[in-house]
């Protein structure tokens, strides 16, 4: 009766999640085909449904800021569109339409180059998704897995030095991807930049709303995370400004 039981829970759980995702899909093209229909504001609270219960994809946030974008709330857009690129950074389209929502806002910042090895260690793990760093490794791996076939059972010298090297070359490119799929996935997972929401924003020198003025911000300005309390945030900006911010006044990506 205990067996029964459980294959009936798995069961119901089984169905239930597999209603809930055709109902997703059913919305998801409904919401699609609204956009292509021009009625952005409609597209926009569909997407938005799907993303408080919790589905996320690339995807469905570019779509989203689309619909943003074209109803002209130009600081959600830019944070969904991010949003997207965070999840998968070889979003060409997000990463495109990004910097054509930047344009729209009121703040240009000079930024200061970075570390030339930062920029290309971030550049290299940013290639692909976690997931997809995971695939290859797991393919590097399965090639080492192989090699070592070869070097165990061949008894000709050249197929046995073949297979070493095809061991000892995907364990440690395999190793490579570990990191570089941890690395992705930390950034993906871990919130280290927001989006001012309100429409102009005063950066204080403390996280008191006595403290002095050190600037003025506007919505869909990009701001990296320093430091947080309960109640306010410390940001920084591309030029090296720091201040602190409201945090009902961001959100983060």
């Known amino acids: 009766m205990k067996n029964v039981t459980l294959y009936l829970i798995g069961f119901l759980l089984f169905s239930a999640t597999s209603i809930a995702q055709t109902e997703a899909l059913d ?15 409609f597209a926009a609270k569909s997407y938005e449904a799907l993303i408080e219960r919790e589905y996320t994809s690339a995807d469905l946030h570019y779509n989203y800021a689309n619909s943003l974008f074209k109803t002209n709330r130009i600081a959600e857009a830019i944070l969904h569109y991010e949003k997207a690129i965070k999840i998968n950074p070889s979003a060409e389209d997000a990463a495109y339409n990004l910097k054509i929502a930047n344009d729209r ?48 059972l061949s008894q000709n010298i050249s197929f046995r030095k073949f297979g070493f090297t095809l061991f000892s070359s995907g364990i440690l490119i395999g190793i490579i991807c570990w990191i570089l799929a941890a690395s992705q996935k930390n950034y993906a997972n871990k919130a280290t930049h927001a989006i001012i929401m309100s429409s102009t924003v005063d950066i ?26 309960e ?14 911010i409201v945090k009902n006044d961001l959100a983060e990506i």
Request: no cysteine; aromatic share 14%; hydrophobic share 45%.
């Open 27 to 41: 919305q998801m093209k409904e919401a699609n085909s609204a956009y292509e229909a021009g009625d952005y504001e």
């Open 105 to 152: 806002t009121v703040d240009k910042i000079e930024k200061i180059p970075e570390l030339f090895i930062y920029r290309w260690w971030k550049s290299i793990y940013n290639l692909f998704s976690a997931d997809n760093w995971a695939k290859i490794m797991i393919g590097f791996l399965a090639l080492a897995l192989i090699g070592f076939g070869v070097y165990k």
């Open 204 to 229: 204080l020198s403390a996280p008191s709303s006595g403290s002095s003025q050190l600037f003025v911000l506007h919505e869909g300005t990009k701001v990296k995370i320093e430091d947080m309390t």
């Open 231 to 244: 109640e306010w945030m410390k940001v920084s900006l591309p030029n090296g400004n720091q201040g602190w």
